[in-house]
Structure formats: structure tokens, C-alpha cells
């Protein structure tokens, strides 16, 4: 079995790679500071700070989110698979009310569709019901393939 740090440093060369395109055009950033084991931090032109933390199989929200607490400008970057956004529906209010500009990117690098989706919590809440909650998020997962634990780290492993 793959070692968890080759999914995160995969994930998070491929987030970095993403970034540093999109800014292409934007040209907001700065400069990246990827320094840390499994974080990104933009330093963007406007002196605004922010901070991608990269937990490709979320486990436990809160720990997440202890980390994200300081920056207002703040991202959760993980894979798309169904797990992930089992644990994103069940902890909606939480992150819901967490920050205005947090956003969590899913992501599956190896997909034939697009190869990622963009949420922000607080605005979704803002547009959507609770009743439209879960079927609304389901049609965003699969607009990226979704992906398993053990499809990321075989990918990885042999590629």
C-alpha cells in the first residue's frame, strides 16, 4: 500500500499547477509558498493571505478547520470521492457557518470529465434549501468522475 504523503504531495502538486494557471489571466497571486508538508499559502498582490490545506480523505472536519481558523481567505483541497462528500453533507451547518470565503475544492486529477469542483458553503446555503441540499451536491460530484482511496493511491503507485 502507498504511503498517505504520495496522495497528499500529488494532490497538492496538482493544486498548486491548477492555481498558478487559473492566475494566468487574473494575475492576483503574488507568489505561492508551498513549504509546507500539505498546505499551499498565496500570497496574493492586494496583501490578502490564502491558505489551501490538503486532506486528500477527510476523516474528521474539525481538524480541518482548526487549521483554516486564521486566514479569512481560506481553501480544503480533497479528492472527489463519495466518502468525502458523505463527510461535507453530514458537517454542512458546521462548515455552513465556518468562513464567508472558505471553499472546498474536490478534485480527481485522473478524470475524463472536468477534473474538479468548487464549493463555497456559506453562498451555497445562501442560494439553495435544505431540502435541495444532497441532490444538489450529488449533481456537482458527478460533474468530475468520483474516485476511491484505493484508485488514487494504484494511480499513484503505478504511474
Known sequence: MIAIDKTISYLK????????????????????????????????????????????????SDAALAR??????????????????????????????????????FVNPFSKLDKRWIIFPTTHQLVTDKTGLKPGLEALFITVDPITKEEVERIIATG
Open 13 to 60: 502538486e496538482w493544486i498548486h499547477r491548477y492555481l498558478v494557471n487559473k492566475d494566468l489571466i487574473q494575475r492576483k497571486i503574488d507568489t505561492i509558498d508551498d513549504s509546507g508538508e500539505d498546505t499551499l499559502l498565496t500570497n496574493l498582490r492586494d496583501g490578502k493571505k490564502h491558505l489551501y490545506i490538503i486532506v486528500p480523505f477527510l476523516e474528521d
Open 68 to 105: 483554516l481558523k486564521d486566514y479569512e481567505l481560506c481553501s480544503l483541497i480533497v479528492y472527489n470521492t463519495r466518502q468525502n462528500l458523505d463527510i461535507v453533507i453530514k458537517n454542512w451547518d458546521k462548515l455552513v457557518k465556518f468562513k464567508r470565503h472558505f471553499s472546498i475544492y
